[in-house]
């Protein structure tokens, strides 16, 4: 930690985490029997209880979203330029709720986890999970914490399109939906790049079928490949020339095929860091989720039917650099917004940083984001 905490930080947290023994039906068909959520709590929840925000995370994100978990912990949350006093997310207005998706690996139910019916770690038995499920999940929890509506439901990327579903499953339980870098559904190309991480890991001789839990390995070479083509999507063009440029590790080339380039040594690095701290079931699943992730399939394609029962209002960004989730697929949520009657805000940010400028304190950005949330609530009809 800081040597001094940050006025603007929440400071220090302690994880909660909540048991469920109601089964959750899912979307595959099969059933979880009982299940963990593992959440984070920012700020204080009003006697109304109407000052209520979820944020829900993204690919590899999990509960801890703000402040320090020990007095050695260095890095914040991973939205902690996003939430704290004065920020976007005010925690002197706001009670914000943060948590691990079920299939996660941060203390969410998960492969990891012990299956009750054979005493072993589900491993690669762990139903896979679509979006509408952690949506159920989260309304549990809501439900638990005695929220019976959220001032708004926040994401970015993969959380973008929770905080989407929250609003065509649970209309009347949201006032302001925000959708960040996200799509109403995956492109081809974008399926493609899962798949491509999926087989990394999957060809990894330490994979063992997703039983590697037996066999005490992990297959760190094929999550760091997955990692390292993930990380090459969200970074943009521009921003990777002026982070690295063709700059030489040693200042000449090696002629073999070890490390020449900084670029190189960047990516390695990111790929070995989160093989340490991920894990590759939960990784697939995740792809997974994002994969199915269609809600208009349920209403013959037409993302504007699908939306006509919200009640929320809307916020859309998107980022200029963004080509994994393209400012293009955001106005197609604010073009079926807009065709369902639906009141909505769109900004497209001019950023350098391609996907993960979601994760950035961009003033233009902040400044809508933190006007949105303290507007008077207007239902749609």
Known sequence: MPSQIPAD??????????????????????????????????????????????????????????????ESETKP???????????????????IVSLNNLGGCHGSTGPTSVDPETGEPYGPDFPIM??????KSQARLADRLGIEKWHAVVGGSLGGMQALRWSIDFPDRLDRCVIIAAAPKLTAQNIAFNEVARQAITSDPDFHQGYYYKHD?????????ARMLGHITYLSDDSMREKFGRDLKTGKLNFNYEID????????Y?????????????????TKALDYYDPAADFNDDLSQCLAGSRCKFLVVSFSTDWRFSPKRSKEIVDALVRSQKPVTYLEVDAPQGHDAFLFP???YFSILRNFLAQETRHAQ
């Open 217 to 225: 390995t992990l297959p760190r070479k094929g999550l760091a490949l």
């Open 261 to 268: 380039f900084e670029v190189e040594s960047y990516l390695r």
């Open 130 to 135: 679509a979006v509408r499920d952690w949506v």
């Open 362 to 364: 961009i003033p233009e």
């Open 77 to 95: 949350g991973w939205w902690d330029a996003a939430i704290g006093p004065g920020k976007p997310l005010d925690t002197h207005k706001y009670f």
């Open 9 to 70: 930080s929440v400071g220090l947290v302690d994880p909660q985490s909540a048991y469920f023994d109601e089964p959750l039906p899912l979307r595959s068909g099969r059933t979880l029997p009982s299940y963990t959520l593992m959440y984070e709590t920012y700020g204080t929840l009003n006697a109304e209880r109407s000052n209520a925000i979820l944020i829900c995370h993204a690919l590899s994100g999990h509960h801890h979203a703000a402040g320090f978990h020990s």
């Open 270 to 286: 990111q790929g070995e860091r989160f093989s340490d701290s991920f894990d590759a079931n939960t990784y697939l699943l995740m």
